[in-house]
Structure formats: structure tokens, C-alpha cells
């Protein structure tokens, strides 16, 4: 289904990043949520670039929901939101159109589109896209929030610098939600800021790793072969530009532990059944067992950089050198955490819909 | 659409541990790919545990064809395989029903089924039930090599011992496809299976990182969002149990690297474009660029260990101490490469005939 | 997804006529549906062909529920059913192989699937598939009517006898299910078998209408674009061989019919409301009324005739003359109507699943 | 995927009857398609209310594409079509809310979404969202024209009056895209037109049937089981309001004949192999056989009438008397038939790209 996403719940995503809109159409939502305006602008803030360790372009990011609310609630039908592109500058690719940037979409566009993309600005293959999913996340956010089930992401690591791991993770979330670069120890915060605005001085860009927890996810969600859970939360996430890598848990440290070391046990607490350690990120078998998800994601460093770089002239088909200009990220994971959380909350709104009917989000 | 996986070409997967056949069918196949059974033998044969390093049960795999073939080629219809399960001891599980096995599916599955699932030797989240895929993914990798696309897979890791990184990957996929443990240095090969063996000696097991190759993908091939070439292969991959993280190049340890260190420059060889590195794994904007595509997948240590372990009483919800009996592997990254690769060529036929229709893998 | 349809309950359908099997999976099935086999047993007699009315191949129909069963109930994993192909004379075929039988699925066939198909007794198009569609569609009806929800196909109409309508339909309903000739006035069933004995005599074969009633589906079923309820169940009915025609309520009548004639006015009676006539057949939107859900299906005469017929040689790409020996039926709509309460309970198990979750079907 | 259609080619309708837009977003079409704007606009003209026969709102249908379009010619990613709402009078529809109109889905729509629907002038039920479709199948009836596959649509009857049955079908196409009223008998034309004009003067509604033919669909599209072409066309076609029958050739009739009737002979002419008659609407097994595509649509008359019909209050659950005022249509088959047109088209572009591959519909 490409630029679709989800079954019982299910997001389109459409728009270029110099075309007149960008915007995205959520289906399958139950009627009655609540649209809360201010929340949607917020996260919308929270993707959009901020100081000097953001220096990409500035949009004012304004949304009109034109479909799927009627008197400030869903209908229940398609909910289509659009995004104005407003500070465009397309001169600026038009010299470098047969230039393929490396690390990005440039060259497999021109491939797979037979050079009819629309190149100016990365196109539909732009960052710029996920202000769409962001809002969409949004509500969808809001709604999951009053099931008690909630979302929150912070930079594992930039570089060498480490946060500290997630502790009292539902502490740990609302401290996520709260700030603006999402780091659960301040003084890691402020090594990752020197970090990124190093990469900056250099012309050159960092990336790192985001983890994510989601808690309240009740368990018997998921399938056993292909619709896993964390089958489709990876289907998702992996189209956040610059994810190249998903793990439940921290798997890729994890695996040279031995079973009895990586097993989670299980005991009761309070009548529930509840493991001892969460090395398998509260998924087993495909399917969560009610203790908090944990994912991360690899984000390669931004691939825009001011430094030269060896490219091809895709047009003549011969090598060049290529010197971006313009407005380029440094860095892009505290700008991406909050297209993680959007990603993570529609995936999961998909998958509850199916498990318990189409109304559930909005029952009370 | 659960255990269904794929839109132009989809495979469905079915069975049970102790039921008996296990299954798949195969659908939207082109007409005329040539049946040769004796390769899919061969694969299942190379899933199948052997000798000291796997001691799980042993079942010969007849497998047989009752649809979607005459007289040797695919007719284009569904095509069905069968495989029965024979060498079944039901009676192990019968007294440990109701404790959950730690690391196991057995309290998500009692959780999502209500108790009606069939509990012996796990039932549908068996490694068992990954023979029908190993068997159907044959069938599609015979047809890609007919293509000039070829897969392969290594142990890249097992405990703290590393393979050799991949070299030249055409010899080196030949080199893997030919042996029965997949390592590609040969000393290591030998440390790994120590690792392995003092595990079982333990009582215990070990986990590590399978790395696969696939070499002849055109340019082209994915999706911008969504159905991008990494989120539809991780989509699947996370369906082989104990993968609990996939990531394209070496990301995770990537992502470290900056920008102009982590960047694939492009270059002309030959009037094709190629790409100086291939940190990327072959992928751009989620769409193929011609490179090889790299993946590699953290496998955890099997859940299943003789050590004592704690757990609950799922039935009286009781804390309650687990004694596993009966034949379990110490590891299963050597019997699981097979069914990556089965995994990646279901994947990539399924994208392959979108892009270029349903004829096409069988095409001259 | 070709063969395989529905998304939170799917069935996937498999085999060809002379295979060693047919076979369907049932895929999202709610754990705990009890497995009555008798009654699956039952669905599949109404199917067999008998007396000489039907002269086709007999079978006894042996099926054997491979998956997804424990301990006589639903797991909740995908449930597969296979039934042997025993009687089967395969050298009646391959004379006749390149002239293509009007009205049948030679020609196409031969051209989708580039003569690879095989054309053994009509292979995957044979009729004889849909004995694996009856076997689903009564675990499913079996289940609905626990939900009291309930199925009946009356003949409506063959050549030009009609059935009485509709009358009391929970009588009518139980009446049809209860007796093999599925024609709700005796006097008409008598006349219909004479024309279908008549056509038999000439070589010939009759068509007609089959018309469905469905009661106990609640308001509130089907999508307003798309998967409208209309849509979804024509989608499927058109899968049964011989079906050409699919109507709501008598739509191909009734449009003559003004607006204040055919608009079904609504009232309340017990504190529901109803509608005073059925025009719409149950649906207003493409979503359920809660009236009774009234469609009919147009079958066509039986394409095997063994009157001589003009046809072309597929290979010699020549004009040709066909006379059909075998076993044909000379009408089939006596066997189809379980085929279409399958199909009909198949789709509407899929629907209900979504809107009212994946363990709706299996509820107290 | 309720309001998305299409799996290689998909369309997604969004909007409401009174919101600012409605919409559609096309994924999966080739990249390079040219975009004809006039022919957009004149399809939308088709569609629109003029004259004594059609009363309803007046809409200038300015549309706008917002994605997926550059210089003129499809990208290849999703194309988002905005037409906006701008004769809106939402105060008609407030004050007889609670009144279900019969024929309508203001009472389903209330139930399945409780309440929470947008319940102004139809909502997302409303034919207005067809332009959205319109407009999205002129872009795809322009492509296929490329391709020599034309579609064209007839009012085959209004209320007793019948109009001359397809001849040449290649002209007939070709007039009925010239005119405005697709009527190929002229003075059929305007008895049908006497026809509407006399249930306006008595404030009620006439219906019809219409019919559709293709020329140049290549033989081989479609799918044995489930996705028939049949059963895929007629899926989209319900969607189309009013629409409660299909039936491919003139199947409610033709059922009556003897099968050595209704067969369809085959023979050679010009190397081709063509059938004598076309009784199956050129598809045999659910697959095109080269032949005309020909189906028919029931179109129920108009729900909206002027006449006093009894009705429920949905909020007091009491019974009601309903006098509708406003706009309404006395008829809707001359408006609605190009809706069919690109409701074809769109299915047959999605299944095409599924035989050819994404680009086939672009190549030369």
C-alpha cells in the first residue's frame, strides 16, 4: 500500500517539500476523540527547528484539519490534515538537480521515478513530511493517553555520549514530554548540545540513537508470524528518514548475554503477572505481555553536510564534487523523537482497533 | 492480515508444533518457475538440528506439494506445501502447562487466546513452523539466482566471538550457501561452536548476530514511506523468533560515525554508479540503490534452558520455579540463516513483482 | 491479495480439481468456536452433487482440519482445512486440452498463467474449490448463528420459474436449511427440477437467481466508501463460479420503481427503529440498517453442455469443434446456494471482527 | 482499508459534504504522467447539476493538486486532489437533524458512528465526494486512452424507457464521451428526459440502470478466486451512491437462457481469438478475455424527494413526518455516469499495475 499505513487504523501521507501543501489522511479512527488543537501545535513545535544546533528552514508549521472533525470531535471518516510549505526556497536546488547528494533519496528517486521526482528539497522523500505524521501522532496521542497508555522518547546517545538508561519510566516520560531536548540527565544534555554544535562549527553532522518506552500497552497485542509487534512497529518506524536500525530491548548488546541472563523471569505482583527484567522490550512471542515497550532506533548522522563530498552527475553520468549550501541540520534526533512517539502511537492505535473493534479508542 | 505477509507475491503460514502438518502457501508466484525439490530439501536439511550443538528434536522434513504445481513448474495459483509433523512427544508439555516459560510466547499466547491455544511444544510460535518458510523461501531463491539475485547469510557473531567481516560478497554468499555453519573464517567458526557447546554444558545457551547479503537487487526497488525496502524486510524478519533487533549496515554502531564519515559517496564505474562505502546497506530513502543490500539481525539465546529458572503458575497465579526437560537447542543462529534468507527473498519477490509485475520472476 | 480475502478474518483458498488436495485457511478466527464437524459434514452434502439432477463426479468430501483446532475449539491461529481429491479421471482432459470450452476459464487461464495452469478438469477455477469454501463457511456459520445471526439462499428463480418471495424470513430461513432442493414453494421446486431434467435430456443446462436473506446483523455494518457493506460482499459473491449478476433488495427491478415508491420509510416499533419495506436490502451508505440484509446472485447456465459447440484451438490457433463427454451438471444453483451462504458468512465474520474486535465472534 | 481502494494503484476519499474540502489522494501511479487539466475540469462539468433535471447546489468544482504532479506530469508519489466547498448552506440541514431521511444513511451513519457524524447535507455520504473521485479518474482516463483502453457509459434506462443497446462500441464510446446527456438513442433521450422532468414536477425521484463498456483491456487481468475481475469492479462500484446492482453483460436477464444459449463461442479471426457473442461482459474465470468489458449499474432513484414521507425522530426515538426542502436532484444517472467511468478506470489502472508492473501505465 506505499504511502499508506495501518489496517483498522491507517494513516496516507502525500505532499513535497516545495509543493504547496504537505499533509496526511487518518482512517478508521473511532468517532467522538477529542481534537486538542494546542496539543497538536505543540508536538508540531517540538519537530521544528530550534537554536543553533538546528539550523534548517523555519516554518511556522500552521495545520487545518478539512475533513474528519465536525464540532471539535472525530466523525469517524477520514481525517485529513494539511500543512502549508510557506518559506520555500526552490532556487537554491535547481544548480544542483543532477548532483546526487550522498546519504540520500536523490539518486534512487531519479531510478524509480524515471527522473520525473520532484527534486527540489528532497521532495516527497523530504524530513519536512513528518510535520504531517507529527500532527496525525498527535491525535492519536491524546487519545491513547486518556486509555493511560503513553509514549515517550529520549536520545540514548549522540556520538559517544550516553543518557542515563530509563528508570522510573513513567517519571521518565513526563520529564520527556516536558522538555524540549529529550534527555534524561541534564548534564549528558548539555555533552550532546557540545556534541552537535562541534559536528556544526565542522560542517559535518551527528547522529545517535533514540529509545523509546510506551507504557499501558495490555498485553495480547500483536500476532504470532508476521504481524508481531515488533514486525510492524519496525515496518513504521524504519520510514522516519535516517532510521536505519530498530531494537526491542537493547538487543544488539543483549544477544552475547547467555538465556539465563537474557530470560525474563516471571512472578505476581498484585495478582498480575509480571517479569523481572524487560530484555525482550515487553514483547514476547511477537505479542507485548503488559510490561512497558521498549524499542530504540539507530539515526544516522544528518547526510546534508557543508563539507565537500565526491558525487556523480546523474545526468551525464560522470563523477563530481558537491558543496551543499543553504539551511542544513546538524543534527536531527531531538527533532525526530517526536516523529518516533507519532509513529509508535498510530501503530499502536492500528493494532488495538483490530484487537478490540474500531470505537475502543474513544470508549470510556 | 496476520499470518499473511505480502501483496503481489504472499505467503501464509500455518501449523502447530504437535498438530499434524505444518504449512504454507505461496501466492501470486509467476507461472513456470521450475520446482527443484531436491534444493528445498537441501535448505530444510540445513534448518534441521545436527549433532552436538543442536540437540533438538529431529523430524526429516517430507515435505509435499499439493498445490500451485504441474508437472514441475508453478501454474500461478496458490502453491501449498505440506510438512507432518512426526517425532512428536506430546506428553512433555502437558505436566508444565501452566508455567510460562520464561522468554517463550506461552503467557502472551494465554493471554491473547484466552487458553484455547494449543500449549504443546508452543504450538504456532514454534521454531518448527519456520520449516515451511524455509521450504517456500527455497522455492523463490531458486528462482531469483535465475535472476542473478543471490542471498547469503553468516554468523557474524555468537557470544563475543566475531566472524571476518564480508569481503568479496559474491564468493563469500557462494562460500556460505555451500557449508552447513555459516562463518566465513573458519577459526572462528571453531570458537563459535566452543562457545555453543560450553552453553549446552551449562545447561544454558548463547545468542549473537546474523549478517545476510544480497547481492543483483536493481536500483529502484521500495518506498518512500511506509513500504520502504527496510521497513518491509524488517516487517518480516522480526516474524523469526528470538530476532529481537534488525538494522541495515552495521547501524547501531554507526550512528557514532559523523556525517561526512557515515556518507556513501557516489561514484562511476563502468557508467554505472556505484558508491564508495555501503554504510547505508544498499538502501537510500528506503528505495534500492544497487549496492548490495546488508542487514544483519540480533538473535537472542534461546529461551529454552535446562538451568532452573523462576516463573508463575499461569492457571493459580502463583509464583513457581520452571525445570525444563525434553530436547532444546543452546543456540539457533546456525539453523535461523536459512530462514533469513527464506525471509529476505519472500520479501524481496513480493517488491520485486510490484515494481515489474506478476511475471516477471519467472521471465527470461 | 488475490486468493485471499478479508483483513480481521481472512481465508486464503488453495488447489486444483486433480491435485492430491483442495484446501482453504481461516485466519483470525477468535479463539474458543467450538468445531461442530457434523455440521461442516452436512454443508458439504448440500453441496454434493446427487441425483439426476447433477451428474457431476461424486466425492465423498472427507475433510481433515489440520491447524488452528485444539481440543475441538478454535486456537485463535490460522485454521486449516484439506480435502483429498479421490475421484478423478484426468485422461478425460488432456485430449480436449487446447480447445477451450466456451464460457469456461480455458482461454483465460491460458493466457494469464502462459499454459504453465493446470487445465485438469478446470484446475483452480474448478467448482470443486469452493467444497473448501463450505467447510470455512460453516465453522463461521456455525458461530454467527451463536451471535444469532442466520443465513438462508432460496432459488429464486431457474429459466422461468419463480419461487414465492421472502415471507416470515426467520421461518423461511430455517425452512431452507433444512432441505436439500433450497426452493421455498413446493409446487415451484417441482417445476424447477423439471426444467433442469429437461435441459439434461437436450444436452443442455439452465441458470438462474439465488436470493440470500441474512438476519440479526446489527446497524451499523460497512464503510461508507469503498468497503461499503454492497461492495464487500459482492466482492467476494463474485468469486463463485457462474455468478454474473449481484443485487441489493430487486435493484435491477425496483429502479423503475419512483422515489416515494422506493424509499423505505422508517418507523419505530418496540423502541427500535425500522424501516415499513426492504427496497434498500438491509443497507443505507453501504452500512447495515438493521433490517434484514436481502441480496441476489444472477448464476448462469452451467458453461458444460454437450450439445457441440464452436471453439477455436488455443495452440493450433485454429477454429474447432467441441464435444464435451464427462460428468456435467445441467444446473448448479441447487448446489451453489450453500456456497453463497459460505461466502456470504465468510465476509460478514471479516466485517463484524472489525468493528467489534477479534474476539467478537467467540463472546457470550 | 475502508476509504482507500486499490492495492498497486489506490485511491483514498476524504471530505465532507459542508467542510472547506473534499478530496482525493492517488498513490501508485507511474511517474510521467501528463496531467490534463481541461480534461479534469471537463469530466467535473459532467458530473455537475445543470438544467431543469438537476436542481441541485451549484459547485464551480475548482480543483487543486496539491502533490505528487511537477511540471506538469505525475511524480510517481501520492497525488492529492483538493476541491473545496463553497455553496454551503449548512442551516438547511440543522433544524431536521434528528429526521432520518429514508433511502439515506443519516440513520446508519448515526448508529455506526454514535452521534459524532457530520450530519450536514449528507456528510461524507454525500454524492458531492464523487467529484473528488472524478477528478482522480480523469487523471488515470486520460493514462489508459494512452493505452488504447477506453471506457464509456450509457444511461441504459430511466424508469420504462429503454435506450438502443451497444452496436459499434468503439463509436458509441466515443459518442457518449461528446455529449452530456449519454444517451445513444436521441429520441430515448429525450423521452428520458420527459421522464425526469415529470417526477420533478411531482416532487419526487426516477432511477434507471447504466451501462458501461471498455475496449482494449489485454485478456489475462483478474484473479481466480476473490479478486475476479467482476468481483473487484463490482467492489467499487457500490461504493457509488444509489448503486444497488451489477451485472456483467445483461446477466438478471440472460440467466433465463439455456446454457447453449448464454456460452460464448470462441473463433479465430485475424489471428486473435474473440468470442461470437459477449453474454460474460468479456471476462470468463474472473479474468478478461479480450473481449468489451460490459456491466450495468442499478442506480436507485434519488432518496431526496419533496413528498411527505414518514420517517423516525432519531433523538426522541418517536415516529415523524418528514417534508424535505432544499436542492435535490430528481435524478442522478446523467451525473453519475461519469462517476462509473472513473471508478473503472481506477480499478483497472490498480490491476493492471499489479499484472505490468508500477510504470506500465506510463510507457510507451
Not at 474528519?68 to 520555500?88: A, C, D, H, R, S
Not at 546519504?103 to 528517486?109: P, Q
Not at 497508555?149 to 517519571?171: C, K, L, Y
Not at 508476521?226 to 518506524?237: C, K, Q, W, Y
Given at each position: ?96 538537480r ?16 524515471h ?30 493517553e ?32 516536558a ?42 497485542v500483536?500476532?504470532?508470524w ?12 524504519f520510514?522516519i ?37 524487560n530484555?525482550?522490550g515487553g ?8 510490561m ?73
Open positions: 500500500m506505499k504511502n499508506t499505513f495501518g489496517n483498522s487504523v491507517s494513516v496516507t501521507l502525500f505532499g513535497e517539500s516545495h509543493g504547496p501543501y504537505i499533509g496526511a489522511v487518518l482512517d478508521g479512527l473511532a468517532p467522538g476523540i477529542v481534537i486538542d488543537e494546542a496539543f497538536i501545535a505543540a508536538q508540531l513545535m517540538k519537530r521544528r527547528p530550534a537554536g543553533k544546533i538546528s539550523t534548517a528552514r523555519q516554518e511556522d508549521d500552521e495545520f487545518q484539519i478539512v475533513s474528519g472533525v465536525f464540532e471539535g470531535k472525530t466523525t469517524g471518516t477520514p481525517l485529513t490534515i494539511l500543512i502549508p510549505n510557506k518559506n520555500i526556497k526552490s532556487k537554491d536546488y535547481a544548480a544542483t543532477a548532483l546526487a547528494r550522498p546519504g540520500h533519496a536523490d539518486f534512487t528517486a531519479n531510478v524509480k521515478y527522473g520525473f521526482e520532484d527534486y527540489r528539497g528532497g521532495g516527497h522523500f523530504s524530513g519536512r513530511i513528518t510535520a504531517a505524521l507529527v500532527a496525525a501522532g498527535a491525535i492519536v496521542l491524546s487519545a491513547l486518556k486509555k493511560r497508555i503513553t509514549v515517550g522518547t529520549h536520545i540514548r546517545s549522540i556520538a559517544d555520549v550516553n543518557d542515563r538508561e530509563f528508570d522510573n519510566i513513567a517519571e521518565d516520560i513526563a520529564k520527556l514530554n522538555i524540549d531536548f529529550a534527555v534524561l540527565n541534564d548534564e549528558k544534555a548539555a555533552l550532546m548540545k557540545d556534541e552537535i554544535e562541534k559536528a556544526a562549527e565542522d560542517g559535518d553532522s551527528v547522529g545517535g540513537v533514540l529509545e523509546t518506552a510506551i507504557l499501558g500497552v495490555p498485553a495480547g500483536g500476532e504470532p508476521f504481524d508481531t509487534l515488533e514486525g510492524v512497529l519496525s515496518h513504521a518506524l520510514s528518514p535516517a532510521v536505519k536500525g530498530v531494537q526491542f530491548g537493547h538487543a544488539f548488546d543483549d544477544v552475547k548475554k547467555r538465556g539465563s541472563q537474557y530470560n525474563d523471569s516471571f512472578y505476581i505482583s498484585d495478582k498480575e503477572i509480571k517479569t523481572a527484567t530484555h525482550n514483547i514476547n512471542g511477537g505479542i507485548s505481555n503488559g512497558p515497550i521498549v524499542f530504540s532506533c539507530a539515526v544516522k548522522p544528518t547526510p546534508s553536510i557543508y563539507k565537500e563530498q565526491n558525487t556523480v552527475d546523474m545526468m551525464e553520468k560522470k563523477d563530481a564534487v558537491l558543496s551543499l549550501k543553504g539551511r542544513h541540520d546538524p543534527c536531527i534526533l531531538h527533532r525526530a523523537r517526536v516523529v518516533v512517539d507519532s509513529v509508535a502511537s498510530l501503530t499502536l492505535a492500528d493494532l488495538l482497533a483490530l484487537r478490540y473493534g474500531t470505537d475502543w479508542l474513544a470508549e470510556n
